[in-house]
């Protein structure tokens, strides 16, 4: 880590190893090869070893190749949930030449129209649980061809023909639909065994992924990620991680969404790179499943966000668990609250490395060394990356006071598809990233996020950010989550209103309240406490300020 000692700019160290790959298809393929009888993926008891991977993989890449009329640079959605049948599509996807639209599985009809014709994929693999919704948005798209899989669709038999009808007649959570034409996975995986894919020469600033933003702000916009940004990111997150695993030997837990850019680079692109196994949770929400499947597995690592993270710490049979091999646990997706990472250290015996990122970034930007974490940090940038704050005229803003948080390196995406607008207002001619962050930057090299810069409160013209205050109610033994958003306020223009989730009935606003003025300045105290039995929250485990905020807003009117 240096600093340019003309401006407040932090760099992080040479990025090594581009010359060794081309694209993300160098990456698979030298891993499957170097590691072939490794396990690779696992998911619900099954496990998929990298040579399978790779074989079912190019099977799906034939299937692509010979009977749709599909070209490479044509997009693909992938709406899947963590299952097995995500790294085969992906990277089968990959190697026919095709862009992959990562989608949420949650998603509505609304924003899976407005996605896939965005985004002109002509192709989708789904989850039969919600091809009820595509049928009926099917029309308003350009997606050509339909490729169906079932939950245990690459499970052997019996277990295979168990979790299917389990799935679609006990729980009833397969909604009857109607898609002519839809090919069937297994069957596509078939026909495909029986030809030859073909190889696809593919550059680094070709598109690899279309990967869309949240949405929390409006429709979301598809940031164009090529071969190039997943390849620097992939390395910028050896080079910052990688000291701390030891390469074809971790077993890594993975409870977050695979189709979201997090855990798609660290667990599809760098856990890959290195040869380590990723146990996919297709379900983190249903923690007693969840933890009871943690009983029976040796892990190693373990990569989630804080919301997660407090979960399970508050849960007796998870307290119980051997963490006796656990090493390494990373953070991101969301600020790591200081109370949440003390508890998971106290229970784990681990500490939480935080790191920082965005869809917009690939996603990695700084990570907190795993032998020198600094606490409510996001750590330092990683290899090949410069960032700097500026403050709300673009001028640079000196070390230790907050502002607008840039970034520039080769992990920055190319753009929003077919939005050039909307790309030069976040990409300044300078080529740095404007991440909407309030950021301090530390004289030893470290990042502090001080908050979304969307989020902000203004309190009689005073700036008050969420994530303080969110950060002292944290550490009050009768606290589960909070979340503080501004309301209107004739005396002061806003006020802080508190939403918080408490352990047990003891607790009430007055003591809460007593509580924070003992750490907070007397702005900064909420004016209004509201009990909530649940927060919402993103499928990804973010709290949604914005509609807790715009629901306020709707009261007054």
Not at 94 to 103: F, K, P
Not at 111 to 131: C, P, T
Not at 265 to 286: A, K, Q, W, Y
Request: with cysteine.
């Amino acid at each position: 880590m240096s600093e340019h000692a003309t401006a407040p700019i932090l760099t992080g160290p040479e990025l090594e190893g581009m010359e060794d790959y081309h694209s993300v298809m160098d990456v698979f393929q030298t891993a499957v090869r170097r590691y072939a009888d490794n396990p690779a993926f696992s998911c619900m008891g099954q496990t998929l070893t990298f040579a399978e991977l790779d074989r079912l993989s190019a099977d799906f890449a034939a299937w692509l190749q010979t009977e749709t009329d599909l070209e490479p640079g044509e997009r693909i959605a992938i709406q899947l949930p963590n299952v097995l049948q995500f790294p085969v599509a992906v990277f089968g996807a990959l190697r026919a030449g095709l862009v992959v639209v990562n989608t949420n599985p949650l998603y509505t009809e609304r924003e899976m129209a407005h996605q896939f014709k965005d985004s002109g994929a002509r192709a989708i693999v789904i989850l039969a649980n919600m091809a009820d919704k595509l049928e009926r948005i099917l029309d308003r798209t350009d997606i050509a061809h339909v490729v169906v899989t079932e939950l245990g669709d690459l499970h052997g038999l019996p277990k295979r023909w168990l979790i299917n009808a389990v799935v679609k007649h006990v729980k009833k959570m397969v909604p009857a639909y109607r898609l002519p034409g839809a090919v069937p996975l297994r069957r596509a995986l078939a026909v495909g065994a029986k030809c030859a894919h073909r190889d696809v020469s593919r550059e680094l600033d070709d598109i690899a992924a279309l990967q869309y933003t949240g949405g929390t702000t409006g429709l979301a916009k598809g940031a164009m990620l090529t071969h190039r940004n997943l390849v620097a990111n992939m390395l910028q997150a050896r080079q910052a991680i990688g000291a701390g695993l030891d390469e074809g030997q971790e077993v890594v837990i993975a409870p977050l969404p695979v189709y979201h850019i997090y855990t798609f680079t660290v667990n599809c692109l760098f856990l890959m790179e290195t040869g380590n196994h990723s146990i996919l949770i297709t379900n983190p929400r249903d923690l007693d499943t969840f933890v009871k499947s943690l009983e029976s597995t040796a892990f190693t690592a373990f990569i989630g966000l804080n919301t997660l993270f407090n979960a399970l710490c508050n849960r007796e049979d998870f307290r119980r668990l051997d963490f006796s091999r656990l090493h390494l646990t990373i953070s991101g997706g969301m600020a790591l609250t200081q109370a949440v990472a003390k508890r998971w250290e106290e229970v784990t015996g681990c500490p939480v490395a935080e790191g920082y990122g965005l869809t917009e970034t690939s996603p990695i930007v700084s990570f907190n060394p795993v032998d020198a974490i600094q606490l409510g940090t996001i750590g330092k940038p990683v290899a090949g990356t410069s960032v700097k704050v500026v403050d709300a005229e673009g001028r640079d803003v000196p070390f230790g006071e907050p502002g607008e948080l840039c970034v520039k390196g080769p992990q920055v995406m190319k753009g929003y598809w077919s939005r050039d607008d909307e790309s030069a207002r976040v990409i300044d001619d300078g080529g740095w990233f404007h991440t909407g962050d309030i950021a301090v930057l530390q004289a030893d090299g470290y990042i502090r996020i001080v908050d979304r810069k969307k989020d902000m409160i203004l309190v009689s013209g005073f700036n008050v950010y969420p994530n303080e205050i969110e950060d002292v109610v944290a550490a009050h033994p009768g606290v589960v989550e909070s979340a503080a958003v501004g309301v209107p306020d004739e005396a002061s223009g806003e006020a802080i209103k508190l939403f918080v989730v408490a352990r047990d009935d003891s607790l009430d606003a007055q003591s809460l309240r007593e509580w924070c003025k003992k750490e907070l300045t007397a702005y900064k105290v909420p004016k209004v406490i509201e009990f909530r039995d649940e927060l919402p929250k993103t499928n990804v485990g973010k709290v949604l300020r914005r509609q807790l905020r715009d629901e306020e807003r709707a009261k007054a009117g």
